[in-house]
């Protein structure tokens, strides 16, 4: 099975920490190779084509449920082992969980991720990624899959930052965008074409079990 680590003190990995550190959030607009971009992108399509991908809920366990007027993406949890290109990207996004352990002492343990396919129109109303009854999830990281992918397409990431201040991420293929899941409310705005993205959340021990 192909491996894509980098050592956790690879310059990227650092700026990324240090944004995490000052500001609260990083955006990284080349993080993967487009090799591997593409590869993700046209798994993800297997996928939804293949009917693998489901609707979205909201809220967690027995609360969850299916309401499309807050969030109309659909979603595939990721797995090891079941494909080279996810792996890949799994084994980045360890080596950027052990650099935030090194840098931020945040005791990250584990990761969590899936595909998510917005549908034209979509979009996910502003929330944030923390539940209340769960505070494992630290750290948000979304990664873009979408070519060419143009600023009026729409779909950006709009992310709600200290003193009223807004940042719109455009979802363009490579991009990683990373920031502490239970401080930064964010919205995905809604796109006139299929967008495409990988979203996951390092998360720390929790005081239930796993």
């Not at 590869?39 to 993800?44: Q, R, S, T, V």
């Not at 084509?49 to 967690?60: D, F, I, M, Q, S």
């Not at 931020?104 to 979509?122: I, M, N, R, T, W």
């Not at 990624?129 to 950006?156: C, K, T």
Request: glycine fraction near 10%; charge should be negative; hydrophobic fraction near 40%.
């Amino acid at each position: 099975m192909r491996a894509m680590q980098i050592p956790s003190d690879h310059p990227l990995l650092l700026r990324i920490v240090d944004d995490l550190a000052t500001h609260g959030w990083s955006q990284q607009n080349i993080f993967l190779p487009q090799a591997l971009t593409l590869e993700l992108a046209a798994e993800c399509r297997k996928r939804a084509a293949e009917g693998e991908l489901a609707p979205a809920a909201v809220g967690r366990g027995p609360f969850s449920e299916i309401r499309e007027g807050i969030r109309g993406d659909h979603i595939q949890w990721l797995e090891p082992g079941q494909d080279e290109a996810c792996d890949s990207y799994l084994g980045l996004m360890d080596s950027l969980r052990e650099a935030m352990n090194r840098g931020l002492f945040l005791g990250l343990e584990d990761f969590e991720s899936h595909f998510a396919l917005y549908p034209p129109g979509a979009f996910y109303r502003k929330h944030v990624d923390r539940f209340r009854d769960d505070d494992r999830r630290m750290v948000s990281a979304v990664i873009y899959l979408n070519e060419a992918w143009l600023p009026e397409h729409g779909g950006q990431l709009r992310m709600y930052l200290e003193e009223g201040r807004e940042h719109d991420v455009v979802p363009t293929g490579g991009c990683l965008v990373v920031f502490l899941s239970g401080e930064v409310p964010h919205e995905v705005l809604p796109a006139t074409r299929e967008r495409l993205s990988l979203t996951g959340w390092f998360r720390r021990r929790g005081d239930e079990p796993f």
